[in-house]
């Protein structure tokens, strides 16, 4: 693994960086994508996003069976980036290691988005497990009024990004409502292998963070104000109600911020985690806001990458 941090004028300059840095650990970048084992990935940047497509293979300069959806990070009319931004990026790629990249931006002092990848360990599910996500999908609209951060807000078994035109947040962090989530998967369950880019209940959709909701609702611990890191777990719906788990991230977990100094890393045995807000921390407002209202905060919903040893 390595963690990679620095500054960054610009999204080309982003962009350049995060390659660099994949092709010096062996990643190969040839026509504009970069690919490694069943990774194929492609960047693009713009003045105001940089996107990330994944593909199932490389034809030339093009991706082989492209996901119908980028995901990106991007300037937003009503927050927009106040360059430059602060950028770390996560890299597990070595032998034996689960294929997992995270890339965090950090700007306007606590505004926080995120571009991931990574390649499911799970066995048998078809396809070739590779999965991405990011803040938004590639087609939300930054100049939107409704781009901002939604979410499920409900105390009980609802939670998750419900994204209309706003912030999908990524890590599969998703709500079935909503449209424009910024988290897909290449699986073959439910029929022929393809990309998973539909929430619902259907046999062969995603089903978001609904089944981590009691346990995210009932953190920080009231007895010692202990922070505990869950599983992020990639379900799906499948036949006669039965529901698999086609992912499970092995170096990210979610994780509520409260009373945590995001600069400190959380040790728990031989392992180290820092601690990101999923885009900014409310504490006043710590299960953020619902549809139509929405924030430019994600209340204290937060994700953990693990750091080192």
Same mark, same amino acid.
């Not at 995120?114 to 599910?125: A, C, E, R």
């Not at 379900?235 to 170096?251: D, K, N, P, S, Y």
């Not at 040790?267 to 430019?296: E, K, M, T």
């Given at each position: 693994?390595?963690?990679?941090?620095?500054? *960054?004028?610009?999204?080309?300059?982003?962009?350049?960086?995060?390659?660099?840095?994949?092709?010096?650990?062996?990643?190969?970048?040839?026509?504009?994508?970069?690919?490694?084992?069943?990774?194929?990935?492609?960047?693009?940047?713009?003045?105001?996003?940089?996107?990330?497509?994944?593909?199932?293979?490389?034809?030339? *300069?093009?991706?082989?069976? @492209?996901? @119908?959806?980028?995901?990106?990070?991007?300037?937003?009319?009503? *927050?927009?980036?106040?360059? @430059?931004?602060?950028?770390?990026?996560?890299?597990?790629?070595?032998?034996?290691?689960?294929?997992?990249?995270?890339?965090?931006?950090?700007?306007?002092?606590?505004?926080?988005?995120?571009?991931?990848?990574?390649?499911?360990?799970? =066995?048998?599910?078809?396809?070739?497990?590779?999965?991405?996500?990011?803040?938004?999908?590639?087609?939300?609209?930054?100049?939107?009024?409704?781009?901002?951060?939604?979410?499920?807000?409900?105390?009980?078994?609802?939670?998750?990004?419900?994204?209309?035109?706003?912030?999908?947040?990524?890590?599969?962090?998703?709500?079935?409502?909503?449209?424009?989530?910024?988290?897909?998967?290449?699986?073959?369950?439910?029929?022929?292998?393809?990309?998973?880019?539909?929430?619902?209940?259907?046999?062969?959709?995603?089903?978001?963070?609904?089944?981590?909701?009691?346990?995210?609702?009932?953190?920080?611990?009231?007895?010692?104000?202990?922070?505990?890191?869950? =599983?992020?777990?990639?379900?799906?719906?499948?036949?006669?109600?039965?529901?698999?788990?086609?992912?499970?991230?092995?170096?990210?977990?979610?994780?509520?911020?409260?009373?945590?100094?995001?600069?400190? =890393?959380?040790?728990?045995?031989?392992?180290?985690?820092?601690?990101?807000?999923?885009?900014?921390?409310?504490?006043?407002?710590?299960?953020?806001?619902?549809? *139509?209202?929405?924030?430019?905060?994600?209340?204290?919903?937060?994700?953990?990458?693990?750091?080192?040893?």
């Amino acid at each position: 693994m390595a963690v990679v941090s620095g500054t *960054a004028a610009s999204f080309a300059a982003l962009k350049a960086a995060v390659e660099a840095a994949l092709v010096a650990r062996s990643w190969t970048l040839a026509s504009g994508i970069l690919s490694q084992g069943a990774a194929f990935v492609q960047f693009t940047a713009s003045a105001t996003e940089l996107r990330l497509l994944a593909g199932t293979g490389q034809a030339g *300069a093009a991706l082989v069976d @492209p996901c @119908p959806h980028a995901v990106k990070m991007m300037s937003v009319a009503s *927050a927009p980036i106040v360059w @430059p931004l602060e950028y770390t990026l996560h890299v597990f790629d070595a032998a034996g290691e689960a294929t997992e990249i995270y890339l965090v931006a950090r700007y306007n002092v606590d505004r926080h988005q995120h571009l991931n990848l990574g390649i499911s360990t799970m =066995p048998q599910i078809g396809g070739t497990g590779l999965w991405c996500s990011g803040s938004f999908r590639g087609d939300a609209n930054g100049a939107s009024s409704r781009c901002t951060v939604y979410l499920a807000t409900s105390n009980g078994s609802d939670l998750g990004a419900v994204p209309h035109d706003g912030f999908g947040l990524g890590f599969f962090f998703a709500s079935i409502a909503g449209t424009y989530h910024s988290s897909f998967i290449h699986c073959g369950l439910e029929g022929a292998p393809a990309w998973r880019t539909t929430y619902g209940g259907s046999a062969g959709n995603l089903l978001g963070v609904a089944h981590k909701a009691g346990l995210l609702h009932a953190l920080p611990s009231q007895f010692n104000q202990a922070t505990v890191l869950l =599983p992020i777990d990639v379900l799906m719906a499948r036949q006669a109600q039965g529901q698999t788990i086609v992912a499970t991230l092995a170096h990210a977990r979610y994780c509520r911020l409260d009373h945590l100094d995001l600069t400190v =890393p959380l040790v728990y045995g031989g392992d180290r985690w820092r601690v990101y807000p999923l885009h900014a921390v409310n504490a006043s407002q710590r299960n953020g806001s619902g549809w *139509a209202v929405g924030a430019q905060h994600s209340g204290t919903f937060g994700v953990a990458l693990r750091e080192g040893a």
